[in-house]
DNA sequence: GCCACATATAAACGAACCGTTCCGTTATGA
DNA sequence: TCATAACGGAACGGTTCGTTTATATGTGGC
């Protein structure tokens, strides 16, 4: 918040040579998450992220060409807060420990804004949409399916379910964000967590 | 798609009182349809609506004030080609068929195309936010409960659980369809359906 | 029959954002 | 030394936004 990082109004922050300037990509990523948690995806512009910044909109859409691109990397940068890999040691536990530091996550970093939002974006670019599914999704189940793995080492869940549960988690946490009911329910929470890994589905009702 | 419809350009169509035009109030609606069909969300604008339906842009704001209540409206007038309620016997075969119900529904009209405008407007304002949680889920849910509050009658699920199964549900639908994966994919549908269906989650370990 | 009122379209408004281009400056790296 | 590349500033033409003004049209109360 203060002058150095988001409005060097008296200083210029010129070119360091015939390579990226750190200071200028952490100032945008810095500029781009604030306006994001502030004003939200509809608020969001490269104008202002370049005014907050002091960033010329050209350097902006050399390192960036899409709002995707930055919205991914603004994520990526904030991702350190949230590093949750629980071994309660049964799958029930697992999920609650994790879905608990991932709203927590959600809630108290411009994270959830920022996932939001190229969420939104994605709906609207074929290119945003791409980076959503092929390379911000795949990344961010990764944890997420050691921990139905194990399960499935220790016998809680079938081996070959492990993606279609993970899909069904997954699934609940985005209708959860995407419709802005993250609060701290212990009760919901709980009550999903028990479902999923309690699911068997018997193979013989097939 | 006739002259009549979409551009009437030589016919002028005037007030016809103090009261809503009917013809204009379908002008616009199948022209925002078509428009988001065509172009998607990012290409969607109020005035290429009003210019599609030879209506006034003031006309649009009077009756839609959001691009939310927009949706909403469009969906509304589709939902009519999507009817499924399946009583198959079992609640796999139920979900099964209204699953693959629902993703044709959503493929082959403009109903995805809809419901993926709405959903991304709703990340970027409260009032489409509160419209998509409050007025349009609810409403799209209500088919939905009645296949569990069957089975739960039947015997297969605890009837505790509807609620938590059906956003497991629900939540697979939307990150299926918001990363464009509604193909025909008899065997991911098969494999939630006997997962959603066997769901029993016994208390004990609580 | 007359008139207040609500509706409809057209045209234009100022503001904002888009993505791009040109420019002058600065520093690297060959 | 010097081509190269990154930087910020300014401006471009185009588009959308939501609103306002003006005018025509038809309803419903009197």
Redesign the interface.
């Known amino acids: 918040m203060s002058e150095d990082d988001e409005a060097p109004r008296g200083r210029r922050r010129g070119s360091i040579g015939a390579r990226r300037n750190p200071e200028t990509e952490a100032a945008v990523l810095m500029a781009a998450q604030a306006l994001l948690a502030e004003k ?4 969001f512009s490269i104008d202002e992220v370049a005014r907050r910044a002091g960033a010329g909109k050209p350097t902006i859409y050399r390192w960036w060409p899409t709002k995707a691109d930055l919205f991914v990397a603004v994520y990526e940068q904030d991702k350190a807060a949230f590093v949750a890999d629980p071994h309660a040691g ?1 799958l ?1 536990s697992d999920l609650i420990a994790y879905t608990r530091a991932l709203w927590t996550f959600w809630r108290d970093s411009p994270a959830g804004c920022t996932f ?2 190229l ?7 074929k290119a945003a ?1 791409a980076a ?2 092929d390379k911000f ?1 795949p990344e961010r189940v990764r944890t997420l399916r050691n921990i139905f793995a194990r399960a499935a080492v220790r016998g809680e869940i079938d081996a070959a ?1 492990v993606e ?2 993970l ?2 988690y ?7 964000m ?4 993250i609060a701290d329910d212990k009760a ?1 929470v ?3 967590a ?10 013989k ?2």
Chains 1, 2 share one sequence.
């Open positions: 939200g995806y509809a608020g049964d029930k939001r939002a969420v939104a974006e994605a709906q609207g670019s949409l959503l599914r999704l379910d279609a549960l899909e069904l997954v699934g609940f946490n985005w209708l959860r995407l419709t802005d009911r919901a709980d009550r999903m028990r479902l999923i890994a309690g699911a068997r589905g018997d193979r009702a097939g």
